[in-house]
């Protein structure tokens, strides 16, 4: 097993799952509801920034296995930066699957990777981890709207069907307010402006959408398509034996 390969295989929800058990001291009164932004927040940027950091070992093993990729990255030509814009995971998903086709003869990502149990399990695993938390009570708004709609805001056919989009449309501009949300956090953008939204960011529907538990589900939505991915690529690599 070579140094990347646990931590590339280790789920990005084992981070919710310890933010649960460590809050399931707390009661749910209401003195505590002030403790939910702080927390929901942190999980957050905990969760992007290990995507973040798993994909950076992802492209030093593609880099390892392909030396023509290993050029491109030493060069930065695809400027992944930090991997945290949709871009920049864009590219290293087309990147991969490129070399998987080197790799497997008619490779084909939709033949490959099954978004519909993709999608599925990443929404019973959400509703799963924070089942009776303190966690939803605080939220508990948001995470109905979440329960309601999920299936509608992202269907098994909005990612993973093609080697060009990791993300179809619809979900590249929800992952726009997922990577907007991550640098004001991470920056502290909000410390020098109003903490509140506008009356016309209200009025807009797709602020429905700044939800948590939504944005959880399409980080592991993209976990789950890079695992499954790489799982073709060390079988091919010969980095494990099955």
């Known amino acids: 097993m070579n140094k990347h390969q646990e931590f590339i295989f280790s789920p990005i929800t ?50 390892t296995s392909d030396f023509e990729y290993r050029r491109t990255l030493l060069g930065n030509e695809d400027n992944l930066g930090e991997c945290s814009s949709y871009n920049s ?24 990777i099954d978004a519909s149990m993709i999608l599925n399990n990443s929404v019973e695993e959400i509703k799963n981890i924070f089942k009776g938390s303190t966690l939803l009570i605080w939220d508990q708004n948001n995470y109905n709207y979440f329960s309601k709609n999920i299936k509608q805001i992202i269907k098994h056919n909005h990612f993973a069907n093609t080697k060009r989009n990791l993300f ?37 529907s797709k602020y429905l959408n700044y939800n948590y538990f939504i944005w959880f589900t399409q980080l592991i939505i993209i976990d789950k398509i890079f695992i499954s991915l790489y799982s073709h690529f060390i079988k091919q690599t010969k980095c494990i034996e099955y």
């Open 168 to 204: 179809e449309s619809s979900l590249q501009e929800l992952y726009k307010s997922l990577y907007s949300f991550r640098n004001q956090c991470a920056h502290n953008t909000l410390s020098y402006q109003e903490n509140l939204p506008t009356l016309n960011t209200l009025s807009n």
């Open 89 to 112: 995971k864009n590219k290293i998903y087309q990147r991969l699957i490129s070399i998987l086709e080197k790799e497997i003869q008619n490779f084909k990502v939709n033949e490959n």
């Open 14 to 63: 084992s981070i919710l799952q310890e933010v649960v058990l460590a809050n399931s001291g707390v009661s749910f009164a209401i003195e505590t509801y002030p403790l939910s932004e702080y927390i929901m927040q942190s999980v957050f940027l905990k969760m992007t920034g290990f995507q973040e950091q798993k994909l950076k070992c992802l492209t030093w093993e593609m880099a």
